[in-house]
């Protein structure tokens, strides 16, 4: 879309015929890109925030003469205002530990910490600067964090109303504005859909058309597929990162159940250590971690008698599980504190011991909150890059890296065609993965186990 053969590009030259073809690099390609690859969380959170509104408090002030500026900056934003926050906390954690960005449309002379941190730590040498420079992003990532939760804690303000009314869509009365409104609508939709779209197409294309970037009807071709299906190699990464991605969800969920249910029933007041020490993760970059995992296991040592991880299989999936522990521990924390606590004692009094009333009484009632988790978390690390490209297995190359590789300015036009399909794969997958994580899909699944279990009941 926006690089030297992009359809973006096309049309400018053909406007501005001197311009540079590689205008799209460097810091403001940087921001571009980050800044609309991190709406998910607002998509996510600040939806369900605006639907939970009261409009019968928007009415009220309606009623009171309140103009639609006035509705929006005195009773709609100060609602929104912790939601607004999260979310701010979340994209500035994103945009701080991002890698990916920066190293595909950084450029030469555009330089973040993460990128360098890689450099250095790559040589023996100079992996002391590497770890010098992830503990300053560690610690700034600390003291801004500090600052963020410091200014949320000035003053929030939440509905306590017992009935409240469904928010209906809102009409913006001034012409101009709404014109704005749309305008910037249609514009976002755009640059939203318009690089889907072309990845989508581009998949079905052949080498030449994806080296030229002009699209005849003669460019299409199922190859590419086809050599995705047919190919080990081809289709190796996707094993790979499903693999890794299916392991590391569930050890994390796992690990989380058992430390909620230790810091939960546990009466020392000390091992609510625990539990700090699961969200510990959620303070530091990812870049730290890994480069944390690098040096700790890179030698031998007693913890893992005397073994080295460094090089192996298993270090990549200690790293994807510690960066999915803490939302796994707070998801899962939130659906054993809203369990009723009569079930529980119901199965003492019956003679269940903690295990049993553990596996058949608890498990099951959580059981719908942790694959919810599980199936986020696995979506989350099919694609990812920051954590992959310090502990993969050079033989065993995660999705992420493989995408990344086929990016570069070196990678042969097959190694392009191919990671179009993947992208596409990967959408499809990910689209699967939010459907039953959050959609429809699992009130579906319990559907039609209920309309089984009716039948045999009806045959009997």
């Keep these: 879309m926006y690089g030297e053969k992009g359809l973006l590009t096309k049309l400018l030259l053909q406007v501005f015929p001197n311009m540079n073809p590689s205008w799209f690099v460097g810091y403001g390609a ?3 890109v980050m800044t609309f690859a991190c709406t998910q969380n607002h998509m996510m959170f600040l939806k369900n925030a605006i639907h939970s509104l009261d409009y019968h408090t928007i009415e009220a002030a309606k009623n009171m003469g309140s103009s639609g500026g006035a509705i929006l900056f005195q009773i709609v934003m100060p609602v929104l205002k912790p939601t607004f926050f999260a979310i701010t906390i979340l994209t500035f954690l ?9 190293v595909i449309i950084g450029g030469e002379n555009f330089q973040t910490i993460n990128p360098m941190i890689i450099t250095f730590s790559r ?9 010098f420079l992830a503990i300053i992003l560690g610690v700034a990532t600390i003291i801004l964090l500090s600052v963020f939760s410091k200014i949320e804690k000035g003053g929030n303000y939440i509905s306590v109303s017992k009935t409240k009314a469904k928010l209906t869509k809102q009409k913006i009365q001034n012409p101009a504005l709404n014109v704005l409104a749309h305008v ?3 514009v976002m939709f755009a640059i939203y ?11 079905f294309c052949d080498s030449l058309t994806i080296k030229t970037g002009e699209l005849t009807a003669a460019s299409f071709t199922l190859d590419n597929y086809k050599k995705l299906f047919t190919s080990m190699e081809a289709i190796e990464p996707y094993i790979v990162s499903i693999v890794y991605s299916i392991l590391a969800a569930v050890l994390a969920a796992a690990v989380s159940v058992v430390c909620v249910r230790f810091v939960q029933k546990s009466k020392n007041k000390l091992n609510v250590l625990f539990e700090y020490g699961v969200l510990v993760p959620w303070l ?25 991880l460094v090089g192996t299989t298993v270090i990549l999936l200690i790293g994807y599980t510690v960066i999915k522990l803490p939302f796994s521990y707070r998801m899962i924390k939130a659906a054993f504190f809203s369990l009723d606590g009569d079930l529980e004692e119901a199965a003492k ?26 199936i986020l978390k696995f979506n989350g690390l099919l694609s990812d890059y920051d954590m992959s490209v310090f502990l993969y297995h050079p033989l065993l190359q995660p999705l992420g890296i493989v995408i990344k590789a086929a990016s570069d300015e ?19 997958l990910s689209s699967v993965a939010l459907y039953f994580g959050q959609g429809s899909g699992m009130e579906k699944i319990k559907k039609i186990k209920q309309r089984r279990l009716e039948r045999r009941g009806a045959r009997n």
Excluded at 123 to 131: M, Q
Excluded at 193 to 203: F, G, K, Q
Excluded at 362 to 371: H, K, Q, T
Excluded at 410 to 425: G, L, Q
């Design 349 to 374: 009094c019956m003679g269940a011991g903690a295990f049993t009333t553990m596996r058949k009484v608890i498990l099951p009632v959580i059981f719908p909150m942790v694959m919810s988790v599980v």
């Design 94 to 102: 994103t945009g701080l530990g991002a890698m990916a960005a920066p």
């Design 30 to 32: 940087v921001v571009f």
């Design 123 to 131: 040589s023996t040498y100079s992996r002391e600067v590497a770890a």
């Design 184 to 186: 910037v609508a249609y």
């Design 193 to 203: 859909t318009v690089p889907i779209v072309l990845v989508v197409l581009y998949s």
């Design 410 to 428: 070196s990678a042969s036009v097959d190694a392009r065609a191919m990671s179009f399909v993947y992208t596409v794969v990967l959408m499809i």
């Design 284 to 308: 530091l970059p990812s870049t730290l971690i890994a480069l944390g995992l690098t040096v700790a296991y890179g030698d031998k040592n007693p913890l893992i008698f005397n073994k080295v």
